[in-house]
């Protein structure tokens, strides 16, 4: 059993930041890929952001240079730093993770989703 955790989502005005966290805990052999995904009323879910184990980051083209993506490896923790914040971001915020448990193949793993809302 795995679970995600996030927290940090809220209201903010625009220009402002953000730090959102995503914790995963459980049965955890070892976590392949971590990222965030976001989304809002009427749209598609899209990917923000991931991040794999040794690899570099990459970014939807809309928060790149605004939006940076960190893991602590040490606590199965991935983080999303938000900066220059704009109302387009706001939306429901997913974190996912593809972890190998040991006991099924690698899969996708999603949290429970974090509410961020960009607004005067």
């Known amino acids: 059993q795995v679970q995600l955790e996030e927290s940090g989502g809220g209201l903010v005005q625009p220009g402002g930041s953000l730090r959102l966290s995503c914790a995963a805990s459980?049965?955890?052999?070892?976590?392949?890929?971590m990222g965030w995904y976001r989304q809002a009323p009427g749209k598609q879910r899209e990917l923000v952001a991931g991040l794999s184990s040794g690899g570099k980051p990459n970014y939807a083209d809309s928060v790149e240079g605004r939006f940076t993506i960190s893991r602590d490896n040490a606590k199965n923790t991935v983080y999303l730093q938000m900066n220059s914040l704009k109302p387009e971001d706001t939306a429901v915020y997913y974190c996912?993770?593809?972890?190998?448990?040991?006991?099924?193949?690698?899969?996708?793993?999603w949290g429970q989703g974090t509410q961020v809302t960009v607004s005067s």
């Open positions: 459980g049965s955890i052999f070892s976590i392949l890929a």
């Open positions: 996912n993770a593809r972890i190998d448990t040991l006991l099924l193949s690698p899969r996708d793993y």
